[in-house]
């Protein structure tokens, strides 16, 4: 994946919100939905308060419905990606969500001039 992005990775919620705060924002960010101490949603959300223009994307290795609609709900996530996923769809799926937000981010700066 390093191959088509600059990845940045940690190895736990409480870590990446650090790595946001210190070296973001991002354009993506990427997290699994069960993780120790704090899970996906609850991280993605944070995310989202933080940095609300980084698109996010959950990753997960069950389909548990109820938890993919809690990440959308409260992680806005844009892309919800079950494992095990081919490393062809995950940079696919990066790579769409990097089109997503330079498109959003095009709209926001149109909208600014606008005003």
Do not use: W
């Amino acid at each position: 994946m390093s191959k088509h992005f600059e990845v940045k990775s940690a190895t736990s919620a409480r870590s990446g919100l650090a790595l946001l705060a210190d070296a973001g924002p991002f354009t993506a960010v990427i997290s699994d939905m069960r993780m120790p101490v704090m899970d996906g949603a609850e991280f993605l959300g944070k995310v989202a308060e933080r940095s609300p223009e980084t698109m996010r994307i959950a990753l997960t290795g069950y389909a548990d419905l109820d938890s993919a609609m809690q990440a959308i709900n409260a992680g806005h996530v844009y892309r919800f990606i079950s494992k095990p996923c081919p490393l062809y769809d995950l940079v696919d799926s990066v790579r769409d969500t990097v089109r997503q937000y330079y498109r959003q981010s095009a709209v926001r700066t149109a909208n600014i001039k606008e005003r």
